[in-house]
């Protein structure tokens, strides 16, 4: 519940009463389950980077070709962000309200995660299948800027399912990425 309301009104924007209304407690009785607003953030957040880390990783360490890494690694990214709608725009946006010391963690899982989509756009190159001129990094942050703002228009009954969304978007980034498009 906190996941919503966070999502929707921002972590300040949300007070421990809403919390508590929303989960037909009083006020007060929450703090019985917590110390602080900020272990509600701080599990959603932890919860939700375990999860983009926990779907990436076996699929960069698999045998499978860079282009099907990066196919699999897009529809896992959207499986994480259509299904867990709220956890990641809370992730993406609500973690600077953390304590310094988990903002860092954050930081640290963030970048891990990175680092594995970069480790897919490298061995491309190195394969010859991606351009030998693209800008790993930057390219990295475009694919998961494009990626994480789903969460933010996606709708469950909408006109396109996580996998149509994941298939165009690889489709889009093919195109720019691939060193002989026609492939």
Do not use: C
Not at 103 to 131: M, S
């Amino acid at each position: 519940m906190a996941g919503r309301l966070f999502s929707r009104r921002g972590y300040y924007g949300t007070s421990i009463r809403d919390i508590a209304t929303a989960l037909r407690l009083q006020g007060g009785s929450l703090y019985a389950h917590i110390a602080a607003k900020e272990e509600l953030l701080w599990e959603i957040v932890d919860e939700a980077a375990q999860a983009f880390l926990s779907g990436l990783e076996p699929i960069v360490r698999s045998e499978q070709p860079p282009l099907e890494k990066l196919r699999q690694a897009v529809a896992a990214h959207l499986r994480v962000v259509t299904e867990r709608q709220d956890a990641a725009v809370v992730f993406n946006h609500e973690w600077r309200a953390l304590s310094p010391k988990r903002r860092q963690a954050v930081l640290a899982l963030r970048d891990a995660y990175e680092g594995l989509f970069r480790e897919i756009l490298a061995e491309g190159q190195r394969a010859g299948v991606f351009r030998a001129d693209l800008d790993v990094p930057l390219v990295t942050r475009f694919i998961l800027t494009a990626l994480n703002g789903v969460a933010v228009w996606y709708r469950p009954k909408g006109p396109l399912s996580p996998e149509q969304i994941a298939a165009a978007f690889v489709d889009w980034a093919a195109r720019g990425l691939l060193a002989d498009p026609k492939e």
